[in-house]
């Protein structure tokens, strides 16, 4: 049997022993779909941003500009990210988050949104609905709520739903978990108000488009944009020495996207890395020991969610300027390529919104 053969043979086994479980598991998760009443937050417009699969598709860079594009057109208007602080030790009890908080306590992705947009209200908590409840400070109906990774929060009802596909992997295998990366099968789809394909480019423009070319019935009718992910250097610590070495170091969903947005900003030069789990909690020893034998011709590259975690390591920082290794983070613009069409979606919901209510 060749090696080909065998891998395939391999792949079937595995698809009779993992079959059941994956069927199980959209069973259950239909289960709890059908017994969750959705409730509602008031005087408030709640927009869900989700992804259908695992890993990362670029929700942090996608909700900071749906805040930046809506604050242009209701600069009036309060905005709140409400998210549930995954792995944070304060996502039981809740937390209203301030920028000077604890990564550990209110989680990174909250703690990056507030450090961008001091002026957002941002609420962590595993029960969103009860932490909204205690924690919002907004009164006035002239309010917004992004509910972060909330596609599959069944418990709060929106307004309007987004769900982000990357242009890379859309729907993976097409199965859902363990067999996939599926968190529900194809047909949540028909629950978005919108689909924002991420990270599309001209290397993966052919299979979206035959994606697109292939949905049918209700799929069709779903109205679907494209954006752009553009990396930027942004330098948190710079050494006078020649930059002659690069080291990579990120704990994210998806760290291939960001090697890829490492080179596509370096150009050929060869980049060291060392990846962690997603939302990892950076120690003082973790990079103490990866820069114990870098030179000082080297620059660390982080992202922003990693930064927020490695800005508070106090001693390697002071090491790492002692060593005369240079800092830079990896941030990304997100640039949507129908933005007028997908402004005249959202703008046109949260405006009959005010109508209706009453707020001009």
């Not at 937050?41 to 259908?52: E, H």
């Not at 890829?260 to 060392?274: D, E, F, M, P, R």
Request: aromatic content about 12%; some cysteine.
């Amino acid at each position: 049997m060749g090696l080909k053969s065998f891998l395939s043979f391999s792949f079937k086994i595995l698809l009779w022993v993992l079959s059941p479980l994956s069927f199980l598991y959209q069973v259950l998760f239909w289960i709890d779909r059908r017994r969750t009443k959705p409730r509602k937050l008031t005087n408030c417009y709640v927009i869900s941003v989700g992804n259908l699969t695992v890993g990362g598709t670029g929700k942090t860079p996608f909700v900071q500009f749906l805040i930046r594009d809506l604050k242009n057109h209701f600069p009036d208007f309060h905005f709140t990210i409400l998210s549930r602080g995954y792995k944070a030790r304060l996502s039981l009890q809740g937390a209203l988050v301030e920028s000077n908080a604890s990564p550990m306590d209110v989680g990174d992705e909250p703690l990056l949104h507030k450090q961008t947009f001091p002026d957002v209200q941002v609420i962590i908590g595993s029960d969103r609905f009860q932490s909204y409840q205690t924690f919002n400070q907004y009164k006035s109906s002239k309010h917004v709520v992004i509910l972060d990774d909330g596609f599959q929060h069944h418990k709060l009802y929106r307004d309007f739903e987004i769900v982000l596909l990357d242009a890379n992997h859309l729907l993976g295998n097409g199965f859902t978990l363990p067999l996939g990366s599926l968190r529900e099968t194809r047909q949540a789809l028909l629950r978005a108000h919108a689909v924002v394909f991420t990270k599309w480019n001209e290397e993966n423009a052919e299979k979206v488009d035959k994606f697109e070319s292939n949905l049918d019935g209700d799929f069709k009718r779903i109205p679907r944009y494209h954006s752009k992910f553009t990396p930027e250097l942004d330098a948190k610590q710079e050494s006078a020495d020649m930059i002659r070495s690069y080291f990579l170091v990120t704990g994210v969903g998806n760290p291939e996207s960001v090697m890829k947005s490492a080179k596509q900003l370096l150009g050929s030069k060869v980049i060291a890395y060392k990846y962690f789990s997603d939302h990892y909690s950076f120690q003082e020893k973790d990079m103490h020991a990866i820069i114990a034998d870098l030179p000082s011709s080297t620059a660390l590259l982080l992202t922003e969610k990693d930064w927020v975690k490695v800005s508070i390591l106090t001693n390697f920082l002071n090491e790492a300027k002692e060593k005369r290794i240079s800092i830079f983070l990896i941030k990304i613009k997100l640039e949507m390529e129908e933005l007028q069409q997908f402004n005249d979606v959202i703008v046109s919901r949260v405006s009959s919104y005010v109508k209706e209510n009453a707020l001009d």
